[in-house]
């Protein structure tokens, strides 16, 4: 008969009972949160599980219970190895979900700096467009005053021309009225003078 099987089964039952009540203390003392803090927390628990089994074992000379310490022991450290591996993982993630968030704002900033740019651009493309326009309107306008300036200026040759033919004209046909009119003052006067002439000798006969 195993003698150290009933103490064994009293600290086993004892430790169960102790490890329910331990680990969510653990819990509310940590405010554990994810797969990684629960190992931890387990790791913890098993931790003082196997310090205790090894007091009682040392205390009793159980070996079973020291062997039981040893094995709760490594198997605490391999949860707090797989805790940790699980916390880096964890690391990496949010380490790389922040690279995403970084990038899509990055992204989104480019985008709206490349939307302002294209904004900026077809503004001053559009302002450009309407400066060569209102330049080519003015121009037109310009030229059209100065063509029809220059057919007005025209006209006013081309009438002042004629109104000095016109004028020469009349000029010219004045003079040939004045030589006629002259012409026949002439002649009325020898005739005049040719009247007076035989009046006169004729006077002089009838002395």
């Known amino acids: 008969m195993d003698l150290l099987a009933i103490p064994r089964t009293v600290v086993s039952t004892s430790l169960k009972l102790v490890r329910l009540p331990l ?24 931790r003082a599980d196997a310090a205790a089994r090894e007091v009682a074992g040392k205390a009793t000379g159980d070996d079973q219970l020291q062997r039981t310490a040893t094995r709760r022991r490594r198997a605490a450290d391999q949860r707090d190895e797989a ?50 326009e209102r330049r080519a309107e003015e121009v037109a306008k310009k030229r059209e005053t100065e063509a029809r300036e220059a057919a007005e200026e025209t006209q006013a040759q081309v009438a002042a021309r004629e109104q000095r033919a016109r004028l020469e004209q009349l000029d010219s046909e004045a003079d040939a009225v004045q030589k006629r009119e002259d012409a026949l003052t002439a002649a009325d006067e020898a005739d005049r003078l040719k009247a007076a002439a035989e009046t006169a000798k004729e006077a002089r006969r009838d002395e």
């Open 23 to 46: 680990e969510q203390a653990l819990k509310l003392a940590t405010g554990s949160n994810g797969a990684a803090d629960e190992n931890s927390i387990r790791a913890t628990a098993d």
């Open 83 to 132: 805790a940790t591996r699980r916390r880096q993982a964890d690391e990496r993630k949010q380490q790389a979900e922040r690279r995403r968030a970084t990038g899509r704002r990055q992204a989104q900033q480019k985008r709206s700096q490349a939307s302002r740019r294209a904004q900026h651009e077809r503004s001053a493309a559009e302002e450009e467009r309407r400066t060569r």
